[in-house]
């Protein structure tokens, strides 16, 4: 393995015990408590998730004036609703229209509006994301299985400062009269993110 | 000028690869990565930008083969022994269990959804109006990189340097990050979604519609 100064390179280069060694470190010296690693790991896997985001979305196709909201100041819109804090200080919610698909990436590291979404999956993190998406969206959307209509323009927000993204995606046709609880089951994570569409209703399980 | 974190635009990374939609299910110990890494912020020993920029200072090579989370934990340990919490013979368990000074500030079970739900707000209060508007055309520095600390922190992409574009909203002002990882201040400065068309950016962009919107701090912009 290549050899450096930096610290960590005497750490085991398993990564699962180079984790493990760390963690037994510091719980020895009583930095780390093993009960709030499970408690932060419970809620990132159990807890919050793209069910929050879908929630939002649901209410901003149901409810004229939310979305009304949510544009024009989504932090306070998604706060009132019970979701903020660690990487969701700062939202903005941006549109899709006919015209218009927007599409989120951190191209630096992986700010993703955790809050709303949940921690990000691993292609969002994935060097080939973080490379293209800003360079060739509708190649990446392809990846997705997604492609859009030759009227319609590409707008990628590369989440550059701690301001976090969450896309609306357009609302289904056929779907007039559902309960936002309905409405939510069709809004997909990356749907949230622009990699995807809402589902149709004839797509659900 | 740059570091390998700064990837956008790069070409030869093949396809992105979907996943299952819903919450991402971490395997073991990425999910402890994860946890140590959020645990030991709580220390109150750095920022955030403290600890992106640990992991923008692995070196090229750990940075392309680690996979995420191992330049998490690799990043973590690196900061724990650069911020004097631990020594590197601390690291090789060289040292017996001796109740650190630290140890009250030890994030504990029952503190970690008031944790989570803190966060860490950047924006600050102004205390100078914001140098420019939505509509105005600006122009981003050139060279890039940090104007402070030589080969430090930045949040303005390479592939962003040297560009026209249009501010599209006005943020706040937030703490700036190239000042932050340094310890440096917070020295907080308005904030500006800007617009570029793709053709500023891209030799052959895929649409002639099709735009990039970075959040940019007030210093990387010039009039244009």
Not at chain 1, 3 to 31: N, Q
Not at chain 2, 65 to 92: C, H, M, N, P
Not at chain 2, 108 to 121: E, I, N, S
Not at chain 2, 158 to 177: D, K
Request: with cysteine; glycine share 8%.
């Amino acid at each position: 393995m290549p050899h450096d100064d930096h610290p960590h390179t005497v750490l085991p280069s398993d990564p699962a015990l180079r984790v493990k060694t760390l963690e037994t470190i510091l719980t020895g010296k009583g930095l780390i408590d093993p009960a709030a690693l499970d408690e932060i790991i419970d809620t990132y896997q159990n807890k919050i998730g793209p069910q929050n985001g879908a929630r939002v979305v649901a209410r901003a196709w149901d409810e004229p004036d939310f979305r009304a909201a949510l544009l024009e100041d989504a932090t306070a819109a998604v706060s009132e609703m019970g979701f903020f804090g660690r990487q969701g200080e700062h939202v903005v919610a941006v549109e899709n229209t006919p015209e218009r698909h927007n599409m989120v990436v951190c191209t630096l590291c992986s700010c993703y509006p955790w809050p709303l979404l949940g921690i990000p999956p691993g292609w969002y993190k994935s060097d080939a994301y973080r490379s293209r998406a800003v360079r060739e969206p509708r190649k990446v959307l392809s990846d997705f299985g997604v492609t859009l209509s030759p009227d319609t323009a590409v707008r990628v927000w590369d989440s550059t400062a701690e301001m976090r993204y969450l896309v609306v995606p357009m609302r289904p046709d056929n779907t007039e009269g559902w309960s936002q609880d309905e409405l939510a089951r069709l809004v997909t994570r990356d749907s949230m993110i622009g990699t995807g569409l809402a589902l149709r209703p004839e797509e659900l399980e | 000028m740059t570091r390998v974190h700064d990837m956008g635009g790069r070409f030869g990374d093949g396809p992105v690869k979907p996943e299952p939609q819903g919450i991402p299910q971490l395997g073991d110990w990425q999910a402890r990565a994860l946890a140590l890494t959020l645990a030991c912020g709580s220390l109150g020993k750095w920022n955030i930008d403290v600890s992106r920029h640990a992991r923008e200072c692995l070196s090229p090579k750990d940075y392309t083969r680690f996979s995420y989370f191992e330049i998490w934990v690799s990043a973590l340990a690196d900061l724990l022994v650069a911020r004097g919490v631990l020594t590197k013979s601390d690291l090789q368990g060289q040292d017996p269990d001796v109740l650190h000074a630290l140890a009250e500030k030890c994030l504990r079970a029952d503190q970690v959804a008031g944790v989570l739900a803190k966060g860490g707000p950047a924006e600050r209060p102004a205390n100078t109006p914001p140098q420019f508007a939505p509509g105005q055309t600006v122009r981003t520095r050139r060279p890039g990189g940090n104007h402070m600390v030589n080969g430090g922190h930045t949040r303005l992409p390479a592939y962003a340097t040297g560009a026209t574009g249009e501010v599209l909203r006005v943020h706040g002002h937030h703490v700036l990050p190239d000042s932050n990882a340094h310890d440096l201040g917070e020295a907080p400065e308005p904030l500006y979604a800007v617009r570029f068309a793709a053709a500023q950016l891209w030799a052959n962009p895929e649409h002639p519609n099709d735009e990039v919107i970075l959040d940019l701090w007030e210093s990387y912009l010039e009039p244009a």
